[in-house]
């Protein structure tokens, strides 16, 4: 059998999660390496559980990719922030001024247009992981986060992570930054906003 190459087709487990979902995730992910390196490592690992532990350390930089909030079909000022027009101008006020030239007869994808705004995979490079903890009460505030629950295991990453809260987010090793930076934690405050 001839192949060119090996990936991994994986499913989250949304009843370790903490949250009320049922249903899992699937998708494919990539393996770094030479073709028998990533054909051993798709044996060692098939139909066995891969946690964050196995894969990633704290204090080593990630990049961390979701799909965005979606707004849906939204016109050029909300989806690019063009200027409403004034009272003179067509009683078309919140269109696009020019969409170019007669010649060539065709509009140019850079001309800002109604379309679908949010709900795009976005990625955030470069982010530091803090923590990965498999007990979640260590990190988890009085009640729970808010909305969220009450998770089995916590991984914690500095700055921000796209999309909205409880979507799925995948984190891979940083493609721009292959350094590690020790981690001293000092403080992890459990203080509730719920007050609880």
Not at 30 to 57: P, T
Not at 76 to 99: C, E, L, P
Not at 171 to 196: F, N, T
Request: aromatic content about 8%.
């Amino acid at each position: 059998m001839k192949y060119d190459d090996v990936k991994l087709v994986v499913a989250t487990q949304p009843e370790k999660s903490g949250m009320r979902s049922t249903k899992s995730d699937m998708f494919e992910i990539g393996i770094g390496g030479s073709l028998q390196e990533k054909v051993a490592y798709c044996e060692s690992v098939l139909g066995k559980e891969v946690s964050a532990k196995d894969v990633f350390k704290a204090g080593e930089f990630i990049d961390a990719s979701a799909v965005t909030r979606g707004y849906g079909y939204m016109g050029a000022v909300k989806r690019f922030g063009i200027r409403i027009q004034t009272r003179k101008d067509k009683q078309m006020h919140r269109h696009v001024g020019s969409i170019g030239s007669t010649v060539p007869r065709k509009v140019d994808w850079r001309v800002p247009q109604a379309g679908q705004y949010g709900f795009h995979t976005r990625t955030e490079f470069s982010k530091k992981l803090v923590m990965i903890e498999e007990d979640g009460k260590k990190v988890t505030p009085k009640g729970g986060f808010v909305g969220y629950g009450l998770p089995n295991s916590v991984i914690l990453i500095e700055g921000s992570v796209p999309g909205p809260s409880k979507r799925l987010v995948r984190i891979r090793k940083a493609a721009r930054v292959s350094k590690v930076i020790p981690i001293d934690m000092k403080y992890i405050s459990l203080e509730s906003k719920q007050g609880k």
